[in-house]
């Protein structure tokens, strides 16, 4: 190409360039529904969302925005939160600009990627949440109140050969969704391409950071050939005979089994299990979306977890 346009005018070059382009178009139509169906095209939304099929809807700006966030968690400045100044939407969604070409918050159209926006910060919320009134999921329902642990009664430092404990370093919870324990931190720290094995402190330090570790796990199962909790959420999943013998079925209270497992789910309505619904439904009413649109399967009380007493993030 260049070489055939070496010593024209620029408006020849253009006119060649265009002709090509025409070439190409009709060659591409020609080669027909074939190609169409095994190449799906791809979108550029800018720095947001980049180069996927998933970029080709809208983005979560575009349905999600600063006034919407100020709403659910309009008491995280407030003086008696733990965390004043440290969340805020702009790392939310530059944090999601990694995920997005993924899936995350653009799967489905509109509707749904509200939907999943709501389900992600509803855990956020409940885990984040200073715990005043969460159980009614009324209007003090907090979240991102902490960007970490108050009070750890321990350094969660367990001897591990991938991932050994730094000296010095405590690993007790931090993030949107608490990261605990050095396994953990090492784990997700390699998802993401961040010495969070050494530098836990990351994540109460850059909100960017504490929202992406929990995006990451959003987006990734706890362990091969299992849904992810956006498979689960999305309808990325088919359950198998077995999934559907333990009543884990698609919808978000597989969510929580695949986040939390044991210590949430197949206990009955425990108030564990409650308050992170209430702020899922909270959340979709304040979006707009409503609660009506829950979806199926919205509770985990009477599933079996995928991984029963494993060790995850969040013990
Ligand atoms: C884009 O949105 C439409 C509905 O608005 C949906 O059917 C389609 O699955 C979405 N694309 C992707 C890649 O999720
Ligand atoms: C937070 O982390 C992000 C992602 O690594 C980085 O781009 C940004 O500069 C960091 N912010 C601060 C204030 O260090
Ligand atoms: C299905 O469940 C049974 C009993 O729990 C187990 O032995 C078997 O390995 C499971 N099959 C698969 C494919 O996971």
């Given at each position: 190409m260049a070489s055939a346009m070496s010593g024209q005018s620029p408006a020849s070059a253009a006119a060649v360039a265009a002709a090509a382009v025409l070439v190409l178009t009709v060659a591409l139509v020609l080669a027909g529904g074939v190609e169409a169906k095994s190449k799906q095209k791809t979108c550029d939304k800018g720095w947001e969302c980049k180069g996927s099929i998933y970029c080709c809807n809208e983005t979560i700006s575009d349905f999600f925005q600063v006034y919407q966030f100020e709403n659910l968690f309009?008491?995280?400045?407030?003086?008696?939160?733990?965390?004043?100044?440290?969340?805020?939407y702009h790392s939310f969604i530059v944090a999601s600009s990694e995920y997005q070409p993924l899936g995350f918050g653009t799967t489905g159209g509109k509707e749904m990627g509200m939907k999943e926006v709501a389900a992600f910060l509803g855990h956020v919320g409940s885990k984040t949440s200073?715990?005043?009134?969460v159980a009614t999921g009324g209007p003090l329902a907090w979240g991102l109140c902490y960007n970490h642990e108050m009070s750890p009664s321990q350094s969660y430092c367990s001897q591990d050969y991938l991932y050994p404990c730094t000296p010095g370093v405590d690993y007790f919870g931090r993030g949107a969704l608490p990261v605990y324990w050095n396994y953990n931190y090492g784990i997700i720290g390699d998802g993401m391409k961040v010495d969070l094995l050494n530098h836990p402190e990351y994540l109460e330090q850059n909100a960017t950071l504490a929202f992406q570790s929990a995006m990451w796990r959003w987006m990734n199962p706890m362990k091969k050939k299992q849904p992810s909790a956006h498979d689960v959420f999305v309808g990325n999943w088919k359950p198998t005979k077995n999934d559907t013998l333990s009543k884990r079925l698609p919808g978000f209270g597989a969510t929580m089994n695949v986040l939390y497992g044991d210590q949430i789910c197949?206990?009955?309505?425990?108030d564990s299990m409650n308050n992170i619904i209430s702020h899922f439904q909270y959340y979709l009413d304040l979006m707009g979306?409503?609660?009506?649109?829950?979806?199926?399967?919205?509770?985990?009380?009477e599933q079996e977890p995928f991984n029963p007493s494993y060790h995850d993030a969040s013990t």
């Open positions: 309009s008491k995280r400045n407030s003086p008696i939160a733990h965390a004043v100044g440290f969340w805020d200073c715990g005043y009134g197949g206990q009955g309505f425990v979306v409503g609660r009506q649109s829950s979806g199926d399967n919205l509770d985990c009380a």
